[in-house]
């Protein structure tokens, strides 16, 4: 899949643009899917089945010579989980000009992020029984809610439960739902809810690579049952008068805090690995002093810069101990120099050994 950025681009010529690739597709060995243009934010994308980026680059350049910013390889199931279409919608044709296929069908999506506590930390802390019960619950909830409110369920890799929205208000609301539904078990599953939107390529090497890593940041600034909103969330739903938001049930970062916690979760995994990175290199590379790291630090993750580090150290050896690492090998590769140590903090932190838990799997 390809972006263009097109100030002004409106659907006709995006519908032009697609039709002359279709006419000189199989001579670069492409075949275009389909597209997906946003006049209101000047893009469109491509979704091409083709031999490399190269291949496009030509085909685009040969066409019409509108080159793609951004290139990105997708599975066409996330694409169609995300967008819900891998081939054209239905549109209307042009009366002056018959064979031209007109949709203005954009790509921008609200992006819910859902997580709870790890599936066998779950089970140690509760039983197996009452976990398993809980667990079925909220996966139980959250596909009801999702399809309730004309969401889409994207299957991904890893534990967090992804939704893709067309609206904002059924996105929120969908939130807002799950929250209620799953009521007084949300403590004990630990759950943690944030809704952030964005469009699929962007920096990122994955279909909303950016907007699902940031949705992801902003569920561990959750606290207190609170769903997160990004701050393009509360700007788009800023019109909405009614109480949907559900007052306090929302927290709202703003745009200033978000870059601040993007550059703390990016600082913190460019240094997993190093057992020397403490809160003097991490003033360093996030260019504050103590005081200031210190506050930006227990304001938005309720936890000291050293517990922060610590925090995310352990949080990735979880990960970790899921594959086929061993613990010494775990211990150095999240930054910890003694696996005595490592072991220690680990008990502390999660109730069991790191020996243990991996035994459990």
């Known amino acids: 899949m390809d972006r263009h950025i097109v100030p002004g681009i409106e659907a006709k010529h995006a519908a032009q643009a697609h039709r002359e690739d279709l006419k000189i597709q199989d001579e670069y060995g492409c075949r275009c899917m389909t597209y997906w243009v946003d006049e209101e934010r000047g893009s469109a994308f491509c979704l091409i089945d083709a031999p490399n980026e190269k291949a496009v680059k030509e085909m685009h350049d040969r066409a019409h010579g509108l080159m793609p910013h951004e290139i990105v390889q997708v599975d066409s199931n996330v694409v169609e989980a995300f967008l819900g279409r891998i081939a054209d919608p239905e549109g209307y044709y042009d009366p002056d000009d018959s064979g031209l296929k007109i949709f203005n069908d954009p790509a921008f999506r609200i992006i819910l992020v859902s997580e709870i506590t790890d599936a066998l930390l779950l089970r140690h802390k509760l039983g197996p029984e009452k976990a398993e019960r809980l667990i079925s619950l909220f996966t139980e909830i959250m596909r009801k809610q999702i399809k309730v409110h004309e969401g889409r369920e994207v299957e991904l890799k890893d534990e967090a439960y992804v939704a893709s929205f067309v609206s904002v208000s059924q996105a929120v609301d969908c939130a807002l739902a799950i929250k209620k539904d799953i009521h007084i078990a949300s403590e004990p599953l630990g759950l943690r809810i944030a809704l952030n939107a ?133 211990t150095f590769d999240v930054g910890f120099s003694s696996a005595s140590y490592f072991t220690k903090c680990f008990q502390e932190r999660f109730g069991l050994s790191p020996l243990t838990y991996q035994k459990s799997l």
């Open 198 to 330: 964005g469009m699929p390529v962007s920096k990122s090497k994955e279909l909303f690579g950016d907007t699902v890593k940031m949705a992801k940041h902003l569920c561990k600034t959750s606290a207190n049952d609170e769903i997160v909103i990004a701050s393009i969330i509360r700007e788009i739903y800023k019109d909405d008068t009614s109480d949907k938001t559900g007052g306090k049930a929302l927290k709202c970062i703003d745009p200033r805090d978000e870059n601040i916690l993007q550059l703390l979760m990016d600082t913190l995994s460019a240094n997993t690995e190093n057992h020397r990175f403490g809160v003097l290199e991490f003033c360093n590379r996030m260019s504050m002093s103590k005081s200031k790291l210190y506050r930006k630090s227990t304001d938005l993750m309720g936890m000291s810069p050293n517990e922060l580090v610590r925090e995310h150290r352990l949080l990735r050896s979880l990960q970790l101990l899921r594959t086929d690492r061993n613990i010494a090998q775990t």
